[in-house]
């Protein structure tokens, strides 16, 4: 879908759309005491960006960890988090490689998870003074989940709650379960190349990141993927005010570039066995048909994991790997109960 994305927003471009060759900004919000900015600041030794939003500055503070690596949320932000900009304020983080934080000169050897782990502290030491937030609540999606369920465990001080959207739990053992759920589905009404790529398709083979992206990239057709028309996608990403047309570019850029850099990485992490305790109030939504980050695995760690302050979990019935975008009112107001669940800060 990212792909011919990228042929829509490109071609869109050329027929027009001057206005974006101006620089990225966000547009003033109304409220008590509102706050909408887009800051540059230096994270980890180079410039990444901050998108702060709110109606009430003095709301609690929710942090976005978007999911690719690379699939920066900021230029989706109005269609995914403007309904939650009354009760908090919502920052989206281009993380390093992503979007506005992808510089021509980026260095591909820096994408690590303990690189992307002190990058978050960074910015959660960042809010806390720019914003006077004691706690900060993380919500995570897709591989976000894998940096923000760490992050929490790590300095659960520093944070309120975790909300992990499309959980990772296990990129090899996702494999399997995914490849069991999708092998029916073309079975049953595949096309003749999807029917192919099955019969040479298993877990071992699925481990070459080449061969992962290439499933991955298949399971909209299945239902099973983000179900969002990649006409909608396109418009949402071009009409994104704070993205500029070079944003756009490195947007693209930083999303097809994904896991790469950091495959063998990737692939070798387990949930279950380096997070076994979440020691912050936690919230798990999971679509039913999310064949990305089945919600088979996030059971499991559910299941699993000690939670001394209580967990909880959603799992949308209709929804895929995006449910902020398929179902974005109960989505919402799922976030909203489960924050005003959360113990006063001292």
């Known amino acids: 879908m990212i792909r011919r994305a990228a042929l829509l927003v490109l071609l869109a471009a050329g027929l027009g759309l001057g206005w974006k060759a101006l620089p990225g900004r966000t547009p003033a919000i109304a409220g008590p005491d509102p706050i909408a900015v887009l800051d540059p600041v230096q994270i980890g030794g180079m410039t990444q960006w901050l998108l702060i939003r709110g109606q009430d500055r003095s709301a609690p503070v929710l942090l976005w960890l978007h999911g690719g690596p690379g699939a920066a949320q900021m230029p989706l932000a109005h269609a995914t988090t403007r309904a939650l900009e009354r009760d908090f304020v919502v920052v989206h983080w281009d993380q390093r490689g992503a979007g506005k934080s992808n510089p021509r000169d980026f260095d591909l050897a820096t994408m690590t998870l303990e690189r992307f782990l002190q990058d978050a502290h960074e910015v959660t030491r960042y809010l806390q003074v720019r914003l006077g937030a004691e706690r900060i609540l993380v919500l995570g999606h897709s591989s976000g989940t894998m940096?923000?369920?760490?992050?929490?465990?790590?300095?659960?001080?520093?944070?309120?709650?975790?909300?992990?959207?499309?959980?990772?739990?296990?990129?090899?053992?996702?494999?399997?379960?995914?490849?069991?759920?999708?092998?029916?589905?073309?079975?049953?009404?595949?096309?003749?190349?999807?029917?192919?790529?099955?019969?040479?398709?298993?877990?071992?083979?699925?481990?070459?990141?080449?061969?992962?992206?290439?499933?991955?990239?298949?399971?909209?057709?299945?239902?099973?993927?983000?179900?969002?028309?990649?006409?909608?996608?396109?418009?949402?990403?071009?009409?994104?005010?704070?993205?500029?047309?070079?944003?756009?570019?490195?947007?693209?850029?930083?999303?097809?570039?994904?896991?790469?850099?950091?495959?063998p990485d990737y692939r070798a992490r387990d949930l279950i066995a380096n997070v076994p305790v979440m020691p912050v109030p936690m919230l798990l939504i999971s679509g039913a048909r999310d064949l990305n980050t089945p919600v088979e695995l996030a059971t499991e760690w559910f299941d699993a994991v000690e939670a001394p302050q209580g967990k909880h979990r959603e799992v949308f019935a209709t929804s895929g790997h995006a449910p902020f975008l398929t179902a974005p009112a109960p989505f919402a107001q799922r976030l909203r109960d489960f924050a005003r669940s959360l113990p006063a800060t001292p």
């Not at 959207?165 to 990129?171: E, L, P």
């Not at 029916?184 to 029917?195: E, F, K, T, V, Y």
């Open 147 to 263: 940096l923000g369920a760490r992050l929490v465990a790590r300095r659960p001080e520093d944070y309120a709650g975790y909300i992990g959207v499309g959980q990772q739990v296990s990129t090899a053992r996702g494999i399997a379960v995914t490849l069991d759920r999708l092998a029916p589905l073309i079975r049953a009404g595949g096309s003749a190349a999807d029917l192919r790529w099955l019969e040479s398709a298993t877990p071992e083979a699925l481990l070459d990141h080449a061969a992962y992206v290439a499933m991955m990239q298949m399971l909209d057709r299945y239902g099973g993927g983000m179900n969002v028309p990649t006409w909608r996608l396109a418009a949402l990403l071009i009409r994104a005010p704070e993205y500029s047309l070079s944003d756009l570019r490195r947007w693209l850029e930083g999303a097809n570039r994904g896991s790469g850099p950091m495959w």
